[in-house]
């Protein structure tokens, strides 16, 4: 067996200098942090209104002692197990864990972790610890299920980050790659920490992928296209088209103004545009603008009028066709399903088909972020937009990442800052850097109206520039795309949209999240969708007779908007119809980034 290297011893001279670097920027970043502290929150939430949950939480837990000495007890018992166990690993013995990572764990890969005994002992006391804790939190009787549930996350946020990987002494190949580099992981991994807080003006912004390796509209979002129309909110881009025939009904994309249009661009292999494109359609694209303190006041009435509706005005001129098959994917789906509520009292009837991608329209179970809305952190989060008339986008992203910490943030905290390594460059992750701010008025009454009070589903619950809407006046046919590990819109939230449309409604299931189980080209075998004709009230009686495709739901659906496409015409260009090209796309709304 090869001997280890020696360890590298660092050189002197070189270790004065990176500290003096260190300790020089340190000190600006420090000044500039106070000088910019204003009390903010962390992503969404309100610190105070997290703690006094645990307040409430540790009151409940301590009036009834004998529940918290019978588990405290259990842990014990877990502990003398685990002891025993790792005893006779030591003697030479082969006992069983007493306690293994979830398969999807990927913290404790290294086969460290397994073959070393100490560092077995250290992986299992932390998931037993883990297990007893977030066990204990949800057995406590008396909460509200509000509070429940933001006990339960921020337990979670709690217990992920005190993962014995997350530190130099508890991690082994922390520990082997900082003995093999004479410390030099170190020194780079805190370079490395502040430049993250000098990108984010004294905020860690952590970089998840090497920024330097994209550019949009360069090796990202290069379909080859043109900006059309704008106003203050969009720009509408149209794709060239690569047939020679194409389906007469234009294809209009609403995404989410949450993230950028170009998760469905990223690349050609991977583009839902390109490949939409491919199969003969007409493809516009709505680009939100990344709006500033002078879109303060648009609200949710103007992301309909400025958006789908002045797209379709908009495409009309373009193409000369007045009818339309429309896609909304997130919160761009709630905003087409209420939109076409709207339409349905003005008597328009110029979208033909929906579909709608991972888009929540009952938010009665809105899955995790629900645990960032109730009134108290509403109100401080209003209070914080009101100071520069929108919602920060590192803001958005945080909230975002917490929902997946251990993937999109302590992954990044290990590679980045302990083992002093450069991120990987990932086309998704560079998306999902790629963050934009909320106007203040549209996201109020967003979070409020739909999330909080859930009027969406309410016949009348909510009005849209003056008129009273209802979602069971839609009768065009619908086709729900959900994912089953989605964190973010739950499909079995989703699925209650197939009990309210009055039209045709097709359900189909995809594998995996809700960006992957979206972007997923077929012919990878990557991930596939469950489908079905029926629709039961219960989404666990749809899943049971639904069937198992081992591929992508792309071709699946591009089969059922065919058969709404009206036909086929000569293939047109942009600039063919009355609206003149303004630019290449993605255009320049999309390049514009957020705090």
């Not at 962390?42 to 540790?58: H, K, Q, R, V, Y």
């Not at 690993?89 to 404790?108: A, C, H, I, Q, T």
């Not at 645990?371 to 209003?382: C, P, T, W, Y």
């Not at 059922?560 to 119809?577: F, N, Q």
Request: aromatic share 10%; net charge negative; glycine share 8%.
């Amino acid at each position: 067996m090869a001997e280890p290297p020696p360890p590298k011893i660092p050189d002197p001279l070189q270790w004065s200098r990176d500290m003096a670097e260190i300790a020089e920027r340190s000190q600006r970043l420090v000044l500039e942090f106070l000088a910019r502290q204003s009390g903010g929150g962390l992503g969404m939430a309100d610190p105070l209104n997290i703690g006094s949950a645990f307040l409430e939480m540790t009151g409940r837990m301590m009036s009834d002692p004998g529940k918290l000495m019978q588990a405290q007890v259990s842990l014990w018992q877990d502990y003398m197990t685990l002891w025993q166990r790792t005893a006779e690993r030591f003697l030479g013995g082969k006992p069983e864990p007493l306690v293994e990572p979830s398969p999807g764990d990927r913290r404790f890969k290294d086969t460290a972790w397994s073959d070393g005994t100490l560092f077995d002992f250290i992986k299992q006391s932390y998931l037993l610890t883990a297990r007893w804790l977030q066990s204990t939190v949800k057995e406590v009787d008396g909460l509200d299920e509000k509070t429940a549930r933001k006990v339960d996350f921020y337990t979670r946020q709690f217990v992920d980050a005190m993962a014995p990987s997350n530190f130099v002494l508890t991690n082994p190949e922390v520990l082997r790659t900082t003995i093999e580099s004479g410390g030099e992981n170190l020194v780079t991994g805190l370079k490395h920490v502040l430049e993250d807080l000098e990108r984010g003006k004294g905020r860690l912004m952590i970089k998840m992928t090497d920024l330097d390796a994209f550019k949009v509209g360069q090796n990202i979002a290069v379909t080859p296209g043109k900006v059309v129309y704008q106003n203050d909110l969009l720009q509408l881009i149209q794709y060239e088209p690569t047939t020679d025939k194409v389906k007469r009904r234009p294809l209009l994309i609403i995404p989410p103004w949450i993230n950028k249009f170009y998760i469905l661009d990223l690349r050609p292999r991977n583009s839902f545009i390109k490949w939409a494109v491919d199969q003969g359609h007409t493809v516009f694209v709505i680009s939100w603008v990344n709006p500033d303190e002078h879109l303060a006041r648009k609200g949710f009435d103007d992301y309909m009028l400025e958006g789908p509706l002045a797209a379709l005005d908009a495409m009309e001129q373009a193409t000369g066709e007045r009818e339309a098959n429309v896609i909304g994917y997130c919160l761009g789906g709630t905003l087409l399903a209420a939109t076409l509520a709207y339409m349905a009292v003005k008597g328009d009837d110029r979208i033909k088909s929906a579909t709608y991608f991972v888009a929540l329209t009952d938010f009665a179970e809105p899955g995790e972020l629900s645990v960032f809305i109730d009134e108290d952190q509403l109100h401080s989060l209003e209070e914080r937009m009101r100071e520069h008339g929108y919602l920060e986008g590192s803001d958005m992203a945080t909230t975002f990442n917490m929902l997946r910490a251990n993937d999109l943030i302590w992954s990044f905290v290990v590679n980045n800052y302990l083992l002093g390594k450069e991120p990987f460059p990932f086309d998704l992750l560079y998306w999902n850097s790629d963050s934009t701010r909320m106007p203040a008025a549209m996201h109020s009454f967003y979070l409020r109206n739909m999330y909080q009070e859930n009027k969406l589903v309410v016949p009348g619950g909510i009005s849209l520039c003056g008129v009273p809407i209802d979602l069971s006046k839609i009768t065009v046919p619908s086709f729900l795309l959900s994912t089953r590990e989605d964190h973010i819109a739950p499909w079995k939230s989703t699925y209650a949209a197939t009990q309210i449309y009055k039209g045709p409604t097709t359900f189909c299931l995809a594998a995996s999240g809700h960006i992957a189980g979206v972007v997923n080209p077929p012919g990878q075998g990557k991930y596939g969708h469950w489908h079905s004709t029926k629709h039961p009230r219960s989404p666990e009686d749809w899943l049971k007779g639904a069937k198992y495709e081992n591929d992508s739901w792309w071709p699946a659906w591009e089969t059922w908007v065919a058969k709404h496409s009206g036909g086929e015409v000569l293939a047109r260009k942009p600039g063919d119809g009355k609206l003149a090209p303004i630019e290449d796309a993605p255009g320049s709304y999309v390049q514009v980034k957020a705090s």
